[in-house]
């Protein structure tokens, strides 16, 4: 056994460096088969493992603790099973690209990716998308200079020495070779992924196939009322999602966690309401909602401070924030714009109750995943509430004051810690990070916040330019694109990236993060991982 580099992905995540992808699959299937203490995902990549941690503490103890098997030791899961066979037309409008890059024709193009068997190294990007790794490099070849706008779904394509089948519609720069018909995700199998990592591949050329389908889109409809309680949307707003604390254990097949992107405001409304913090509740963006009861409720709002008011038979009133209140049958709850911060969240007692998509309620818009966005007629049922559950008593806001103020006279301050990559940077740009004060666009999203410059601020540079192989991202993630400006990334990020992360954001100051509303300027503060003190210098890695 060897000790591998390891780099902190923020205080809960380990970013394990490998020499070659057979002690990737070795070390993942170690993690996936004897998982340290407070492991809650783990994913590989190209060259590296991401482990996630319930805890600070828990991610400190594994990083002692973490050693490569002998790659030969450790199959992975389902390599001996038989192969999952996928039939393919090759008329990919890249084809002919390929037998040119590879000194093949394009009838030896299709002979060398049906004649050895593929074995899917590791997923992300999207639900389904699997990472096939040849057991040859015949067919290694670049990516597309220019990538595509969208990729049709069921494209079969090749990029470096992978193949792979894009189960949805998407962007992509992959050499497209050809296309299937194979559901490569369906929510309503129990394996929702055709194939996982581990499992081997065979593809196979046909001359036609039985039907094309497209991809996951498999976005879950809120019930229609029954007899219980229920929420009526007349207006969602701008944006208005269900969500609640997300969903774990997923990033080998390309899902990210989701979840209130305000995880701090959604525990609050529910334990205002009197549920259990996991429960679903609604997020609104920038206020507009209205809902109309059926059934007597007893309701809470937190985050972003808005101006609600409740009409109804017995006439109009204002419902507080950050306290519980009655919402009794045919009233209607509208929000006002909030007066600070970009994010509502109203809760329920007894919990939106829309059914659960791979153990969570939650609205993933970047893989289409739960429920789909609250629209006006959608009918919400209301849960049953624990009877040893009571309402909560007025709270203050969870919001710092920072950004419950509304001002933009003084910078939001984050912490973060050094990135896995921020040795990918000038030393002059590692300094800039939180030296300069930056400012949120309004290009920004739940995928992530988008920044820009101030003043005199300048753009990050990088140190190393060569392309980094996409490897794990956490939420809280500094990425760096090559404009030089960071995107943080917040709760539907993807769960891979191929830009170096020069830090990141702790999941302490997420919440805060998720409030911020465009035009906000902001700083950063570097902290040690281990301790979460503030950082004299930002060490080298």
Do not use: C, K
Not at 93 to 107: F, I, K, N, R
Not at 150 to 171: C, K, L, Q, T
Not at 220 to 232: K, M, W
Not at 505 to 533: H, K, M, N, S
Request: charged share 15%.
């Amino acid at each position: 056994m060897s000790s591998p580099a390891i780099r902190w992905a923020g205080p809960r995540a380990l970013l394990i460096e490998l020499d070659s992808l057979p002690e990737v699959l070795a070390l993942h299937a170690q993690l996936l088969q004897d998982p340290p203490a407070g492991q809650v995902d783990v994913l590989a990549a190209a060259r590296t493992v991401m482990a996630v941690f319930d805890s600070r503490a828990s991610a400190l103890a594994a990083r002692a603790g973490i050693t490569v098997a002998d790659p030969g030791a450790s199959p992975g899961p389902a390599a001996d099973s038989d192969p999952v066979r996928i039939e393919v037309v090759y008329d990919g409008e890249d084809l002919a690209e390929v037998a040119a890059h590879t000194g093949l024709s394009t009838d030896g193009v299709v002979a060398a990716h049906t004649g050895q068997l593929w074995t899917a190294a590791f997923g992300g990007f999207a639900p389904g998308f699997a990472y096939l790794v040849g057991e040859n490099e015949d067919l290694n070849v670049p990516r597309r200079t220019t990538p595509r706008t969208a990729v049709p779904a069921g494209s079969v394509a090749m990029a470096g020495n992978f193949s792979a089948v894009y189960p949805r519609s998407s962007p992509g720069g992959w050499q497209l070779i050809g296309r299937t018909a194979a559901r490569m995700w369906d929510l309503d199998r129990d394996q929702p992924a055709l194939v996982r990592p581990g499992q081997r591949v065979q593809y196979v050329a046909v001359r036609e196939l039985a039907e094309i389908r497209g991809g996951a889109e498999e976005a879950a409809q809120a019930q229609p009322a029954g007899t219980g309680p229920a929420l009526e949307v007349i207006n969602p707003g701008p944006q208005s999602l269900i969500q609640d604390l997300g969903r774990a254990g997923y990033r080998d097949l390309g899902v990210s966690a989701a979840g209130a992107a305000d995880t701090a405001s959604a525990r609050q409304a529910n334990r205002l309401a009197g549920n259990p913090p996991g429960d679903a509740v609604v997020e609104n963006v920038l206020g507009g909602l209205a809902v109309r009861a059926s059934g007597e409720l007893t309701a809470a709002l937190s985050g972003a401070p808005v101006t609600a008011t409740i009409d109804g038979p017995l006439g109009s009133r204002q419902a507080p924030m950050y306290g519980p209140f009655a919402l009794h049958d045919a009233e209607t709850l509208s929000l006002d714009q909030p007066s600070a911060g970009l994010r509502t969240y109203l809760a329920v007692r007894g919990g939106i109750d829309v059914p659960a998509v791979l153990g969570s309620r939650s609205t993933d818009l970047m893989s289409g995943i739960g429920p789909a966005p609250l629209a006006a007629g959608t009918v919400l049922p209301v849960g049953t509430a624990d009877r040893g559950r009571i309402v909560g008593d007025p709270e203050p806001s969870t919001l710092p004051p920072g950004v419950a103020a509304g001002t933009s006279d003084q910078p939001v301050v984050l912490r973060i810690t050094p990135g896995p990559r921020q040795d990918w940077f000038t030393a002059e740009s590692r300094a800039a990070l939180t030296s300069q004060t930056w400012t949120v666009t309004a290009e920004s999203n739940r995928i992530g916040v988008r920044l820009g410059t101030t003043g005199s601020g300048t753009a990050l540079e990088r140190a190393r330019t060569e392309e980094l192989p996409s490897e794990g991202v956490v939420a809280g993630s500094l990425q760096v694109p090559p404009s030089g400006l960071p995107v943080l990334f917040l709760a539907d990020h993807p769960v891979t990236g191929g830009y170096p992360v020069i830090g990141a954001v702790i999941p302490e100051d997420l919440p805060a993060a998720a409030q911020l509303p465009p035009g906000t300027p902001l700083r950063f503060v570097a902290v040690d991982p281990e301790t979460l003190r503030p950082l004299t210098s930002t060490p080298s890695l």
